[in-house]
């Protein structure tokens, strides 16, 4: 059974950093591309950025030189380290697991709330 446990949400001012944390558990293959994915109110669930076990990467356009994704095989854990967080930012972030760098599995965690705004 694969879990998927997120923290380190929460409130920020424009500018801001934070950093998000997914922990998950299960088989190599089930955790072999894991990432973010993020929906805010109105708005459907939209990627933000995914990394495989090799280390490749994929992020929105509208992250790229802000968001950083990395991984630690070791512990079975991505980071995702945000800069210069902007209030269309704001949503409740999802890590995920089981797709591919484009496209979503079909594994969730419960949601982590970034909420940007002074």
């Known amino acids: 059974q694969v879990q998927l446990v997120e923290s380190g949400g929460g409130l920020v001012q424009p500018g801001g950093s934070l950093r998000l944390s997914c922990a998950g558990s299960?088989?190599?293959?089930?955790?072999?591309?894991m990432g973010w994915y993020r929906q805010a109110p109105g708005n459907q669930r939209e990627l933000v950025a995914v990394?495989?076990?090799?280390?490749?990467?994929n992020y929105a356009n509208s992250v790229k030189g802000r968001f950083t994704i990395s991984r630690d095989n070791a512990k079975n854990t991505i980071y995702l380290q945000m800069n210069s967080l902007k209030p269309e930012d704001t949503a409740v972030y999802y890590c995920?697991?089981?797709?591919?760098?484009?496209?979503?599995?079909?594994?969730w965690g419960q949601g982590t709330q970034v909420t940007v705004s002074s």
């Open positions: 995920n697991t089981g797709g591919t760098l484009s496209t979503a599995g079909a594994r």
């Open positions: 299960g088989s190599i293959a089930s955790l072999y591309v």
């Open positions: 990394i495989n076990y090799g280390g490749s990467t």
